[in-house]
């Protein structure tokens, strides 16, 4: 049976309900048993918004170690500039007994570069002519020029193209064949089988190949050991009855290692300290968003100052810190997820082996906070609310527990960058228009917090 409710008690009901949803949306501190236990005694929690400036700033350098491909080409726009990929691999062999002698020649020698991926910013670009180029390298690949800034012109590798013709590409494709030039095929030849049982050897002399974007409009993706040298070769060897035995050698061309070399002709010129309305992410080596430890330190200490009540011995602990990055939508959809990355993250930009750079330093790591390792689904977009959230409470957790600023160094400052395997992304290229400081839908970062009696 249902009972009828007394139309005043309804009402009552009704009020106390909209009391409640109204004052649950006041960011205060909460307190239990505040009447009966002393206040150094209460276990507090409490909600807040802030807003931390994000500046516009163009790193200096970014890993562009990658496992994944060699990434060639340029792309232009209008707003973002040209960026520019072009990479150094390995050269391998694929057998460790192969036997040169004396008596071979050269027929041929050719380049196979299998294609992995295309970018564009759109599909009508796909005719674009793209330029490129082969060269020797000079300087062994290894942990001194794993940086974007590092590979240098007649330094790094032969300024003198490999290969004998122009090679430009057209359109959509799976592979392009170049012809190499045959005295690398000679060069080739004076390997002995000593070299081919050990790599650091054959490495030492036979250093790479560095594929360089000449000019076009597209990304492309070059797989790594899917990509091949073939060198076609005439061998006389009476021993084992040869007599200009018409024969092959392939070698892997990237194997599983490549260093991709970015360049960025106008995305410096967004660099900004204060941006108004926009907020640019260019991927690979373009300008990012960044945030100031310093500022932001500054910011945490005045805020904690001004509405958290704490008393002698008490510990503030972040048990939630969102930066929430409102995304500029697109006009055109069709490009979104083209352009936008699905995934991006803080990183500090410090050395390769520690998390702090010093004024020392000349080139720089970017490394994702340990935030990233904590939750669940770190800096994912929000296609309902069109913006990107990344969580970066231990990083502001730091920052409180650091009693002062002239602690905090160069490498603790934020840059919000693509991720891809838990890695800064250098093996595609994105780019992002965000919501500037003063737009309506501007940057901020949410807290959840509670401050701890010891």
Not at 64 to 88: C, H, Q, R, W, Y
Not at 208 to 236: D, P, Q
Not at 421 to 441: I, P
Request: proline share 5%; aromatic share 12%; with cysteine.
């Amino acid at each position: 049976m249902f009972r009828r409710f007394n139309s005043g008690l309804a009402a009552i009901a009704l009020c106390l309900a909209a009391c409640t949803a109204l004052f649950s949306c006041v960011k205060n501190d909460r307190r239990t048993a505040s009447d009966i236990i002393p206040l150094e005694y209460l276990l507090r929690t409490g909600m807040d918004t802030l807003v931390i400036p994000v500046q516009n700033r163009y790193p200096d350098s970014v890993q562009s170690t990658n496992l994944k491909n060699m990434l060639v080409g340029e792309l232009s726009d209008p707003v973002f500039g040209s960026v520019i990929s072009s990479s150094a691999s390995l050269l391998l062999p694929y057998s460790d007994s192969t036997q040169f002698v004396d008596s071979t020649s050269v027929i041929n020698i050719y380049a196979t570069l299998s294609v992995d991926s295309i970018f564009n910013f759109q599909s009508t670009d796909e005719g674009i002519p793209l330029a490129i180029s082969l060269h020797k390298m000079l300087t062994p690949l290894d942990s001194t020029n794993n940086f974007n800034t590092s590979l240098k012109e007649g330094e790094d590798y032969e300024a003198r193209p490999l290969n004998l013709f122009k090679t430009v590409l057209y359109g959509g494709t799976s592979a392009v064949d170049i012809e190499i030039d045959p005295d690398f095929g000679t060069e080739l030849l004076q390997l002995r089988v000593w070299d081919f049982k050990d790599i650091p050897t054959f490495t030492q002399k036979i250093k790479g190949i560095y594929i360089k974007a000449e000019s076009g409009g597209k990304l492309l993706g070059f797989k790594l050991g899917s990509s091949t040298l073939t060198l076609r070769y005439y061998i006389t060897d009476y021993t084992r009855k040869f007599n200009m035995k018409d024969t092959t050698e392939t070698f892997a061309l990237g194997y599983s290692y490549a260093v991709n070399s970015f360049s960025n002709t106008k995305s410096v010129d967004l660099t900004d300290e204060n941006p108004d309305y926009y907020i640019y992410l260019d991927g690979l080596v373009g300008v990012k968003p960044f945030i100031d430890a310093k500022v932001a330190w500054r910011i945490l200490q005045d805020w904690v100052e001004e509405n958290v009540t704490m008393v002698e011995g008490d510990r503030l602990i972040f048990n939630r810190v969102l930066l929430r990055l409102p995304v500029l939508r697109p006009y055109d959809y069709t490009q979104f997820d083209r352009e936008y990355p699905p995934t991006i993250y803080a990183f500090t930009q410090g050395e390769t082996t520690t998390n702090t750079q010093t004024t020392k330093d000349t080139v720089f790591f970017m490394r994702p906070i340990p935030d990233f390792l904590s939750v669940s689904s770190p800096g994912t977009l929000d296609r309902t609310r069109w913006e990107y959230g990344v969580d970066i409470t231990q990083w502001c957790q730091d920052l409180v527990d650091t009693d002062s600023e002239d602690e905090l160094l160069d490498g603790d400052n934020l840059w919000i960058g693509p991720v891809s395997n838990n890695m800064f992304d250098n093996g595609g290229y994105k780019r992002v228009t965000l919501h500037g400081n003063k737009a309506e839908s501007h940057p901020t970062v949410e807290i959840t917090y509670t401050v701890v009696p010891l």
